[in-house]
């Protein structure tokens, strides 16, 4: 086989021949001929001038070369090739405040249309020590702003000597993510944090003391020794001041829970579930979530509602992540597989059936000798 290229008029006509019009000698074609434009795919043939694409593609929306513009480029500005299908994503997070803290809750599968894209994808988002956030929409958007809000964060307590609380991050975010409102970005967070409880210290202020009093006593060098102040009293007094005012934790401390959205939208809030699978997921939170749940009753009362969700919504599936935050920080539960609940589900519904079976039988034996 020959590669060469074919003429304009054997493309036209579907043939396959060579330009000396041997039927022996094939050519591949090249993607200058394809039935639509190659800018689409970023298949640009160097040879390619740009009166052959002006003039070959008249009537598309091809955008046309500006004048002197150099053969071989492609156009500045080119139309986005359309999906090939509509992309439709699901998923199922919660997150809601009881006694202990916060408990933060999602499934591990990240679809696209009826494709699972990956089975074990990461839907909560530790931000720092003591926030987390759970994310849905495109898990692309959802990575990155996770990524700019603790960079933004860390860098506010590098300033402060402080963390900012789960209020100031959460809006912190909607102003990032509110100019964007109206385009593709698709990125409903809910963050989950734990506010107080760390003590802010100011190193200058001591050293501003003591050189206030070593001035003072520079000052006073005129007086008798009884008469001169005592510098180690007047530091301590500094210092006791100094923690008094600066020392105690700053602000509310308990747990907090906000939702953000990609339009600008922030909502505080005691109970959310977010995606495709929230529906499912209110109807056991509503009737299960209060504020004196133990830490045990709270994380068995998350696992539960994903697996109901996963198990009615398609869009979510695969295993249940659970982060539990409280004053110290933010710990994770071991990954767990909804398969195995699914199977435990069914077996407890098999031996009610069986029980169900057998309480029948026994009455109907009772029945049926006490009429003999």
Known sequence: ??????????????????????PLHLSIPTTEYLSESPIHFGQINPNLTSNLLTTSHQGSAVP??????????????SPSAPLPFNMSHGTTTLAF???GGVIAAADTRSSCNGLVACPASQKILPVHSH??????????????WKRILSRELRLYQLRHGRRLSTAGAAK???????PFKGTELCVAATLCGWDGGEVVTHSSGGRGLEQKASRTTIANNTETPAELPDTSQLLSQAVNVQQC??????????PSLYYVCSDGTR?????FSVGSGSPY?????????RWGLTVEEATSLAREAVYRATHRDAYSGNCVDVYHITSKGWTRRDREELREEYYREKEKERIKVKERKERLECENRQSSSGKQ
């Open 172 to 178: 912190l975010l909607a102003h990032m993510l509110h």
């Open 64 to 77: 046309s070369f500006p004048p002197g513009f150099p053969p071989g480029f492609p156009p500045p500005t």
């Open 97 to 99: 405040l009881f006694q």
């Open 245 to 254: 005012s600066a020392g105690a934790p700053k602000g509310p401390s308990g």
């Open 1 to 22: 086989m020959l590669f060469g290229k074919r003429t304009r008029d054997a493309a036209t006509n579907g043939l396959l021949w060579s330009s000396n019009g041997s």
């Open 267 to 271: 909502l505080q809030g005691e109970l």
């Open 131 to 144: 926030l987390v956030g759970t994310t849905s929409g495109t898990s692309a958007d959802c990575a990155l």
């Open 281 to 289: 997921a209110y109807s056991v939170l509503d009737g299960g979530v």
